[in-house]
């Protein structure tokens, strides 16, 4: 097997080389693949075309049009009407908001908080494909959903939100980025503790922490239901973009272009799912200066990692597949090499299984390593992800590096796109 993509690798080699030489022979879809702009929010619009056309009887062009109708825009089509009934349907926040300090509020605080989980389900699916719309602008739209890919909530920013909202001036669209998105609804709805973060001397939550239990926990609803609101308003916003944008990206002369963005949004399963959400917390990472850093676990207050990763997985997958149509798997299978989308698929199942056995938070797990046997013991865990390990977490973090090694390998070379540059420098 190795072999085999070697050799494919050196023809796809060869067959660069004559392009760049001048050397007429390849038809008129055949071109150089590009080098990725590092300053550009996906890889460029002004690349050219990546990919030798496929053999006789594959159109591209057809699977790229598959996964833009039926898996990213119906991703966005899903997130921005659930994200709309979360802020304005018969259980929205704002129906907590009303319960607070009478017999249903705990009822209507847990509804909210499954809706929270279900909603973040839907904007995990589409951090596999952030092009396009959702990456224009520094990816402004995407960070306005979910801002943890860029930086880390400030939960004090958020406590002075809280106090700031009671002005009539306030406008939370005024507030930084790690203020809002999906991170700040959780920290409002789930952190059971109601003291601020800030640092003593900010005047504005000064005399937060004498105000009643009810009123700071009706305060903090009232600023979620504002956020949320604004979440809905970036959904819809992308959702109406890319309905705009599809034509662009379907276009037959810009191919190559959208090939190389569907590949980079796959490659969010290496370095956000991945290295993020689990290398960097669990201490797997050189990034990660202690010997863990617990405080970069991705959703903490709902204990919601797991669940964020299987999401990322299954949009993987139907990205990968197509759902019912032509996808990647297909165009792997059409060059000769259905061993290899075989392999991702199987490696896929057995990453989900690794989540779905999970009996303890990534929280839990991560706070259980405090030494260097525990840490010793996460990296055995990781390079052995098929043997049951009591740190479940190390352990899915190598199974995902095999999908991910595969997709910066073999993937890579046989689909004829680039890696991207945020991915060239792992060395893991």
């Known amino acids: ?157 958020v406590d002075l939100s809280v106090v700031l909202a009671e002005e009539d001036s306030f406008d939370i669209r005024t507030r930084s980025l790690n203020q ?37 926990r009706l305060k903090r609803c009232e600023l979620a239901t504002r956020i949320v609101t604004d979440v809905a308003d970036a959904a819809s916003t992308i959702e109406s973009d890319w309905q705009d944008f599809r034509a662009e990206f379907i276009n037959q002369d810009n191919a190559g272009d959208s090939l190389q963005r569907l590949t980079d949004g796959l490659f969010a399963l290496d370095k956000l799912t991945k290295d993020q959400k689990l290398t960097l917390p669990t201490g797997l990472s050189g990034d990660c200066s202690a010997l863990t850093c617990p405080k970069l676990v991705e959703s903490p207050y709902a204990e919601n990692t797991y669940q964020n990763i299987r999401a990322n997985l299954l949009s993987f997958r139907k990205i990968f597949t197509g ?53 010793t013991a996460c990296t055995n865990a990781a390079a052995a992800p098929d043997q049951p390990n009591q740190l479940n977490v190390c352990r899915l973090a190598g199974s995902i590096k095999r999908i991910t090694d595969d997709l910066k390998i073999d993937f890579v070379t046989i689909v004829g796109v680039m890696i991207p540059d945020s991915a060239q420098s792992d060395n893991d």
């Not at 709805?189 to 900010?202: E, G, K, S, Y």
Request: hydrophobic share 35%.
């Open 1 to 157: 097997m190795i072999s085999s993509i070697r050799t494919y690798f050196l023809v796809v080699v060869g067959t660069f080389f004559i392009a760049a030489c001048g050397v007429d022979g390849s038809s008129d879809e055949d071109s150089n693949p590009p080098t990725p702009d590092a300053s550009s929010d996906d890889t460029g619009g002004d690349s050219q075309p990546v990919t030798d056309s496929p053999s006789e009887g594959f159109d591209p062009v057809s699977m790229i049009t598959q996964i833009v109708d039926e898996v990213i825009i119906k991703h966005y089509q899903t997130l921005s009407e659930n994200a709309s009934s979360f802020s304005v349907g018969e259980e929205s926040i704002a129906s907590y908001c009303s319960a607070i300090g009478t017999d249903q509020e705990t009822t209507r605080r847990d509804i909210v908080q499954d809706q929270w989980r279900s909603l973040m389900a839907d904007v995990q699916a589409t951090e596999l494909h952030v092009v396009g719309p959702a990456a224009d602008n520094g990816g402004a739209l995407r960070n306005r959903l979910h801002s943890y890919a860029e930086s880390p909530l400030s939960t004090c920013g």
């Open 323 to 375: 759902i019912d149509g032509l996808g990647f798997d297909d165009y792997i299978d059409n060059e000769g090499f259905p061993e290899v989308s075989e392999r991702f698929l199987d490696n896929i199942v057995a990453t989900l299984a690794v989540i779905d056995i999970a009996d303890a938070s990534v929280n839990t797990e991560v706070a259980s390593i405090q030494t260097v046997a525990h840490e």
């Open 180 to 216: 809002r998105g999906m991170g700040a609804i959780e920290y409002l709805l789930f952190n059971p503790v109601l003291d601020h973060t800030c640092a003593p001397q900010v005047p504005e939550t000064q005399s937060w922490n004498s105000r009643s239990d009810s009123e700071r």
